[in-house]
């Protein structure tokens, strides 16, 4: 998705990484570098607005669902396997154990 026009900051990058800006994960040069992007580019601007609505009506509609314990404690494992530089396996991680 692109406008067409030329940009400091490719729309493919703003794109890969909207999820990061939408939940505030990310340092405050790149969400200046976001927002400048978003004044240039109106198809982009459409995607960070689209996808705004669909954050806020999950949590709206699911916002008060607890998550089940052994799924938060997978997900925290495998995230701290990512930070920590770790190989990540490929498996879902949510999965119970493989058979076959």
Do not use: W
């Not at 490719?10 to 939408?22: G, K, P, Q, W």
């Not at 969400?31 to 601007?45: A, I, Q, V, Y």
């Not at 709206?60 to 494992?77: A, Q, T």
């Amino acid at each position: 998705m692109s406008c067409g026009e030329p940009h400091e900051t490719d729309c493919a990058e703003v794109l890969d990484h909207l999820y990061e800006f939408l939940d505030h994960e990310m340092p405050d040069s790149d969400c200046t570098k976001f927002e400048t992007h978003f004044g240039e580019c109106n198809p982009c601007l459409e995607k960070y607005g689209l996808e705004q609505a669909v954050k806020k009506l999950v949590k709206r509609c699911c916002g008060s669902d607890d998550v089940p314990s052994d799924l938060r404690s997978k997900v925290m494992g495998r995230i701290e396997l990512i930070r920590s530089g770790q190989a990540v396996p490929d498996h879902d991680v949510t999965a119970g154990p493989a058979t076959g």
